[in-house]
């Protein structure tokens, strides 16, 4: 069964940038048929897509988040990443790894990551 | 791109029915059969409830049903049971190969 799994730091200071990675276990991220994503939520807010990559490295980013984001893959390692930079308060959220093709059918089980100096 | 408008609440007692709506454009919900729905409880990730506008995946109850017209999509839950008390978010393909979500429904079973 395929799970997700996300890392990287729970706090980052404002004006630096975000890293986290998504770890793919139990099936390989570079099957054709599906993208794999960032999704985030504010504490007591909604979902928000962040963007997704394609096993190839084709990459598809939300317009608002376009200029900060960077997503990139590692199929060596299974792995994909995601970087937001220049992060203010704002961006405190839950972040959320997902694989997706016409809807999202498996997520990660989340990583609070809070900004604040 | 704007998020798709779903009503903030909606309730109903045990064994009723409800619906939650979820508005696009033309650009999204309108324009592909590509809307999918997602419960999520506290603390919880989101979980598939409905996608391709109607397909429930296996496991999901037959108390959800899926439904669109026009750049409204609808997901409707009969027979509330107090499980189902949780937020719920529509998502659509926006064309570019992107998404779009709502802002979610809290249900809240009475």
């Known amino acids: 069964q395929l799970q997700l799994q996300e890392s990287g730091p729970g706090l980052v200071k404002p004006s630096e940038t975000l890293s986290l990675t998504c770890t793919v276990s139990g099936g390989s991220i570079s099957s054709s048929s599906y993208y794999w994503g960032w999704i985030r939520q504010p504490p007591g807010k909604g979902l928000e897509w962040i963007g997704s990559?394609?096993?190839?490295?084709?990459?598809y980013y939300n317009p608002s988040l376009k200029s900060r984001v960077t997503i990139s893959v590692d199929t060596s390692k299974n792995q994909f990443s995601l970087k937001l930079s220049s992060v203010t308060a704002a961006d405190t959220a839950v972040y959320y790894c997902?694989?997706?093709?016409?809807?999202?059918?498996?997520w990660g089980q989340g990583t609070t990551v809070t900004v604040s100096s | 791109q704007s998020a798709l408008t779903q009503p903030r609440s909606v309730s109903g007692s045990p064994g009723q029915s409800v619906t939650i709506s979820c508005t696009g454009t033309s650009s999204d919900v309108g324009g592909y059969n590509y809307v999918s729905w997602y419960q999520q409880h506290p603390g919880k990730a989101p979980k598939l409830m409905i996608y391709d506008v109607s397909k429930r995946p296996s496991g999901v109850p037959d108390r959800f049903s899926g439904s669109k017209s026009g750049n409204t999509a609808s997901l409707t839950i009969s027979g509330l049971q107090a499980e189902d008390e949780a937020d719920y978010y529509c998502?659509?393909?926006?064309?570019?190969?992107?998404?779009?979500f709502g802002g979610g429904t809290k249900l809240t079973v009475l």
């Open positions: 990559i394609y096993y190839s490295g084709s990459t």
């Open positions: 998502c659509s393909y926006a064309g570019s190969f992107d998404v779009v």
């Open positions: 997902a694989r997706r093709s016409r809807f999202v059918d498996v």
